[in-house]
């Protein structure tokens, strides 16, 4: 039977009638597929998973924080063979979007800033109510939080993310470290339920009130670990005053159900940072490298920015540990160049342009800043000067270049449509303090009809936005920056 027509199974036997609709869901890094199932008046959330105990997991461990009076989706109905059940739904508002004013200017609103304290709150009563009574063997793929799984995440980073800047280094030296860090963690041990993945993306907002979800990778662990997640997960980008306050917060909540030493709980709270930035390093070098998935190749700058702040004091207890962390985050690739992991937008160094023209057979440019590029517009559709013998000595800066390319008239249209793309995203990049954007036209010999679309897009986004344009015409070796001061130099 499909996986439509199981769901499906499931919905008839709850509500006694089929659904209208059934609609695919994205599942973000997940391997499990979600999909939407909606009849006249209710609908639910229809999961296929790949892991009958990672299913069961999930399950039982709803059954049990629903029992606690936590706030997470009751499940309705499971099939047979237990790859497919759905849950209740609680909607499309996921804290992540919740956040996003404060997430792209770098300040976060009172509503916002009310939502993140309400779930700091919440989460020692997960840790700790969820943790009453609770039987961990049904845990996947782990009962407890152990030396073997903090291994298995270190050597993830290892191999998925290090290995794949190139750096050389010392196996037995780093693993020496890795031992130690190891220790370190495990000094925290205690009976708490550790969600392990608790982020903004596995929130819900539903009705004011934050709903938990995704917790099926849940274990029996420290409870600085989801701290540690939540507060420096990679593009939430909390502002340090901010994630102290929320720190608070927590510790507070805590408080009511166990002794809380702050200054104590701060210091091995920075190891169970350092220690989930390096995961979270190799699941979004092992989903965004090997896998190709776009969405942890963003993540990675901002991950590396939280891995810059914490390694501004040494860990000693590390020391070839953090000397391989330094090398790899000065690594040219790694520069921040691209969105601007900066908590404030307005301490970056501003939108740069770089307007480039070129030759299709000489290949499209490079992006050096190491975003990969950015609009690449094709001219060779275009009336070709360099067809008629006067032309061919000149470039798209000569005037009878220019004359015989607008007389014709095609490219002031093509420019226009180029240029209403482009504006757009200069805007938005300003808005969100990114520092780069690459803009490049290409034509058969980057000599007529892309040189004069280069010139003519940069003077246009000089004029138009206050931006710092760089123009290369590269098949004329020529460069001319625009810098906002008015002042132009060749």
């Given at each position: 039977m499909s996986k439509d027509n199981e769901l499906e199974t499931l919905f008839i036997r709850l509500t006694g009638e089929p659904p209208l609709y059934v609609?695919?869901?994205s599942a973000a890094g997940s391997n499990r597929k979600y999909f939407r199932l909606t009849g006249p008046d209710r609908s639910f959330i229809g999961v296929e998973g790949t892991s009958i105990e990672e299913n069961r997991a999930f399950i039982v461990l709803s059954k049990h924080f629903k029992q606690a009076?936590?706030?997470?989706?009751?499940?309705f109905e499971e099939s047979c063979d237990g790859l497919f059940y759905l849950q209740e739904d609680l909607g499309d508002t996921l804290l992540f979007d919740f956040i996003s004013h404060g997430r792209e200017t770098g300040t976060f609103n009172k509503q916002e800033t009310d939502m993140l304290h309400e779930v700091m709150q919440k989460l020692p009563e997960i840790q700790v109510l969820g943790a009453k009574d609770l039987d961990f063997s049904v845990c996947y793929p782990q009962p407890a939080f152990n030396r073997r799984s903090v291994m298995w995440d270190l050597n993830y980073f290892k191999y998925c993310f290090l290995k794949a800047t190139g750096i050389e280094f010392q196996e037995d030296r780093l693993e020496d470290d890795f031992n130690r860090l190891s220790g370190t963690l495990l000094q925290s041990e205690s009976d708490?339920?550790?969600?392990?993945?608790f982020q903004s993306r596995n929130i819900m907002i539903k009705d004011g009130k934050p709903c938990f979800i995704d917790f099926q990778g849940g274990r029996k662990g420290p409870v600085h670990y989801d701290v540690a997640s939540f507060l420096w997960q990679a593009k939430a980008r909390y502002p340090q005053t901010l994630r102290k306050e929320l720190l608070y917060t927590y510790l507070r909540s805590l408080n009511r159900f166990m002794p809380v030493n702050d200054e104590e709980f701060g210091r091995q709270l920075r190891h169970f940072v350092l220690f989930r930035t390096l995961q979270v390093l190799g699941a979004y070098g092992f989903r965004g490298y090997f896998?190709?998935?776009?969405?942890?190749?963003q993540s990675i700058p901002f991950a590396l920015e939280n891995l810059r702040e914490l390694l501004a004091d040494d860990f000693v207890e590390y020391p070839y540990l953090t000397t391989l962390l330094k090398q790899m985050i000065g690594l040219k690739q790694f520069q921040t160049t691209g969105p601007n992991p900066c908590p404030n937008p307005a301490a970056a160094q501003g939108l740069t342009v770089t307007v480039c023209s070129f030759s299709y057979?000489?290949?499209?440019?490079?992006?050096?800043s190491g975003n990969g590029g950015g609009f690449v517009f094709d001219c060779r559709a275009i009336h070709n000067p360099g067809k008629y013998e006067r032309y061919k000595s000149l470039t798209g800066q000569d005037l009878p270049v220019i004359e015989f390319l607008e007389?014709?008239?095609?490219i002031k249209?093509?420019?226009?449509?180029a240029w209403s793309l482009v504006d757009a995203a200069v805007k938005r990049y300003k808005e969100r303090g990114f520092t780069s954007l690459m803009v490049c036209f290409g034509c058969t010999?980057?000599?007529?009809r892309s040189v004069y679309s280069a010139q003519k897009t940069a003077e246009h986004l000089f004029r138009q936005h206050d931006v710092e344009v760089h123009l290369i015409h590269r098949e004329q070796n020529k460069e001319q920056r625009f810098v906002p001061s008015k002042t132009t130099s060749v």
């Open positions: 609609k695919a869901l009076g936590l706030p997470v989706p009751q499940v708490t339920f550790m969600y392990r993945d896998e190709k998935k776009a969405h942890f190749l057979k000489k290949g499209i440019p490079n992006d050096e007389e014709d008239g095609e249209q093509f420019l226009k449509h010999g980057g000599q007529h």
